[in-house]
């Protein structure tokens, strides 16, 4: 029978009663559910929906929910709101609650880049005492906290993490596990003092060892990995091994039967061509010998006219034949024969000019005529075009491109200025150094010096480093009688803001930035935070400069001076290297003395022109990494010591050099021990 209770609706139809009273029930009697997953658990939600919960419950549940809202805001990045939130919770919270709300307090101050205060709040929790998931956070949190810096204690949170993870997490952790063990010196690994428990730890670090001891040679080091797999078989790396040291174990070397070899070989930029091509082909007869270990000083009393300024030769941006007066003594042939055969190496090196045909022109006709290894282009223009164009070919450029791109068959090699001024904030942070202020040119010469620097200097662990442009030298001729003020504007590192740094306003495409703080702008010639200058000026402009810094301060308030190759050329007298007094300079192994036969053999055929001397020595190291090519691309660590320094290649196959650093000491030049 039909209800005798019924209800007409707008439209006219009924509605039994029975239906009406559980729609309005679900309407006015609704509660909000307890959390389906625990405060402890992933969080996997969005925060709107964890808020709207937190919102409707009245009893016990809402602080789980606020909890898990806080770590979806994080998770979000709406760090403001997430603080708000945590700050919102009760103060009655239970056991569990507690301990939840103390490791999302140190997540959400990782967040802000507070690594300082979310230290202190992870070593106030007993990871016995959490989840697996709780403990996944927390070493986490421990391995952010280090900001990148690899110590025991950070190794030690990854072989805690590693159990808990599955999947591509698992092989991540064992990938940065074995990435911040290389990070560790051969002494320092050889120091770790470790609990008699720790066998994984242990395991680590005898592959570290192993890796450490054959790393130059493939065919030792693999052999190194299987004799390591079959003692420690249940190391978790033993299962799944570090991705690079898994390339180890499937690498072929590339074949070098025929280099193709890209230069300017006519045009405005064909000295540089020639003095790369002599290097090469010197390199690849063996007519010269290897360098010496980089501890030996330079020829003091070797005479010499000045040189041209060797920027063009360190210089990303493609080199200007017109700015260079000096002459070589030798040129070589314009053009080479097809083939020029090497009885050493059973390599063929053909070379073509990239002075007037188009760079895709070139790769399709090397690969036509057999190549399998490219050496070049070097100017910038044309490196740049190496990613849109596709060639299966490897190829060794000879210059960097303006943004790095990792790309499986290109390396990329140059004596760039940037390249040093890493390798000057690496040494000056060696040296305990802190507070660096730049010395570099104005304009976007300088700009590109100052940015690598100060990427390199967070990297390292550094907060401001400071700048200031030079300018003139007419102005700094009237600048003597004053001085140099230790004064800079900051330079903010390009892959991350400092912590607290005040961002700038974007109107209409156009990025205003923020004015510095007071704090940002040390000022001061007496008594301030400076501790260092790093100075990229010429032998002329060094000259003026130095005297203004011992204007500056006295005894330990002078800041240290370190300066870039730039500064150092041929026909510095006596008087000169006694008035850089304390000087540190950086500069390629040939120059800095690695070996003084060799040298003196450069300068004699380049004129004394140090530029030229310097792309004489890359032709040398590019034939040097062309034979090793493969092992530069695919070899973790793989390190080549070389006439232009100890090169090695990132993760994207940029090659990097460390240099030797020397000082002027009582009249004479002595190395700088690092």
């Not at 260079?324 to 190496?345: I, L, M, N, R």
Request: proline share 7%.
């Amino acid at each position: 029978m039909p209800s005798s209770m019924t209800f007409r609706t707008r439209s006219g139809r009924l509605l039994p009663a029975i239906i009406v009273a559980m729609l309005l029930a679900s309407c006015t009697g609704q509660s909000p559910q307890a959390p389906t997953e625990s405060v402890q658990g992933a969080a996997s939600g969005s925060s709107d929906y964890y808020l709207q919960q937190a919102q409707q419950s009245g009893d016990d549940n809402k602080a789980d929910w606020q909890l898990l809202a806080v770590r979806a805001l994080i998770r979000e990045g709406k760090l403001p709101q997430a603080a708000d939130q945590l700050a919102k919770l009760p103060r009655n919270l239970s056991s569990e609650q507690t301990t939840e709300q103390q490791l999302t307090a140190a997540q959400l101050q990782i967040a802000q880049k507070n690594f300082t205060d979310a230290a202190t709040s992870l070593s106030k929790l007993d990871p016995t005492n959490l989840t697996n998931d709780q403990k996944a956070r927390y070493y986490q949190a421990q391995i952010d906290a280090s900001q990148g810096r690899t110590s025991l204690g950070v190794i030690r949170a990854y072989i805690a993490q590693e159990p808990l993870l599955q999947g591509q997490p698992h092989q991540d952790n064992i990938d940065r596990t074995w990435m911040s063990l290389t990070q560790l010196s051969a002494q320092d690994a050889a120091s770790i003092v470790i609990n008699a428990d720790e066998n994984t730890l242990q395991g680590w670090l005898d592959l570290l060892s192993v890796w450490q001891s054959n790393k130059q040679d493939p065919d030792l080091l693999k052999a190194g990995i299987k004799d390591w797999q079959r003692r420690y078989p249940v190391n978790p790396a033993a299962k799944n091994l570090p991705t690079q040291l898994n390339n180890v174990l499937t690498f072929q070397p590339a074949s070098t039967g025929k280099i193709a070899l890209f230069l300017p070989m006519s045009g405005p930029a064909q000295v540089y061509g020639n003095a790369i091509q002599q290097g090469f082909n010197a390199a690849m007869t063996g007519q010269i010998s290897q360098p010496a270990p980089q501890n030996t000083p330079v020829d003091q009393n070797a005479q010499a006219q000045p040189a041209t300024d060797p920027d063009a030769a360190v210089s990303t941006s493609a080199p200007d034949a017109s700015t260079s007066t000096a002459t070589p003594a030798e040129q070589p042939q314009t053009s080479a024969p097809a083939a020029v055969p090497v009885a050493s190496s059973n390599a063929q090196v053909k070379i073509y000019d990239t002075n007037g045909q188009p760079l895709s022109a070139l790769l399709t006709q090397a690969q036509q005529d057999g190549a399998t290894l490219v050496v070049g282009p070097l100017l910038k223009d044309q490196v740049n075009e190496l990613s849109s164009d596709q060639t299966p070919l490897n190829v060794l450029a000879l210059n960097q491109p303006e943004t790095e791109k990792n790309a499986p068959n290109i390396c990329y090699f140059a004596l760039s200025p940037e390249d040093e001024a890493q390798d000057a904030a690496r040494h000056m942070w060696s040296q305990q150094k802190r507070m660096p202020l730049l010395l570099v040119p104005r304009g976007n010469f300088g700009d590109r010096i100052a940015q690598a620097f100060a990427n390199e200097w967070q990297k390292l662990g550094g907060q401001t480093v400071l700048k200031q442009g030079l300018g003139s030298a007419g102005e700094l001729r009237s600048s003597i009688g004053s001085g140099i003020r230790m004064t800079g504007t900051p330079v903010i590192a390009s892959n991350a803001a400092a912590p607290g740094q005040a961002q700038g306003v974007t109107i209409g495409g156009i990025t205003i930035p923020a004015p510095p703080t007071d704090a940002q702008i040390v000022q001061g010639s007496s008594g301030g935070a400076v501790d260092s200058v790093y100075v990229v000026a010429t032998q002329s402009e060094l000259t003026l400069i130095k005297p203004m810094f011992d204007m500056s301060g006295s005894g330990r308030s002078r800041p240290s001076v370190y300066a870039s190759s730039r500064s150092y050329q041929a026909g510095a007298g006596p008087d000169y290297r006694l008035e850089m007094e304390g000087v540190q300079f950086s500069d390629i192994p040939l120059l800095a003395g690695s070996n003084p036969a060799l040298m003196q053999q450069a300068t004699a055929k380049f004129g004394n022109d140090y530029s030229l001397v310097r792309l004489y020595a890359m032709g040398i190291d590019a034939w040097n990494l062309a034979n090793h090519f493969s092992q530069m691309r695919t070899l973790p660590g793989f390190e080549v010591s070389g006439s232009t320094g100890d090169l090695s290649a990132n993760a994207n196959c940029v090659i990097h050099r460390k240099l030797p650093w020397l000082q002027y000491r009582q009249g004479s030049l002595v190395p700088v021990s690092s």
